[in-house]
Nanobody, 120 residues
């Protein structure tokens, strides 16, 4: 499967963005699809994931501001980001993995190329 992220961009603090991750085929055969982010020089951080049943896990750092959802008919996962802050600035990646509801990057083995989010 191939993953293509979109929806990144520049936004002012307090604004919103919706990221999309389109998969080339059905991803419900995987345990989880996740969103991660990385700032240069820092480790990749798990943001949110959603399993084939629609159950989600959201990192405490973004809980209440970010929501993950999916449209299985479109093989697409979304990350709705609200109340964005400068510390949310990062490259955002989606990935599919084999461990249910994990936010550990090491549990994911197929990655997209990323989309940049900049909050000023």
């Amino acid at each position: 499967v191939q993953l293509v992220e979109s929806g990144g961009g520049s936004v002012q603090a307090g604004g919103s963005l919706r990221l999309s991750c389109a998969a080339s085929k059905d991803t419900d055969t995987y345990n989880c699809m996740g969103w991660f982010r990385q700032v240069p020089g820092k480790q990749r951080e798990g943001v949110a994931c959603i399993d084939s049943d629609g159950t989600t896990n959201v990192a405490d750092s973004v809980k209440g501001r970010f929501t993950i959802s999916k449209d299985s008919a479109k093989n697409t996962v979304y990350l709705q980001m609200s109340s964005l802050q400068p510390e949310d600035t990062a490259m955002y990646y989606c990935a599919v993995g084999g461990t249910s509801l994990s936010l550990l990057p090491g549990d994911y083995h197929i990655w997209g190329q990323g989309t940049q989010v900049t909050v000023s």
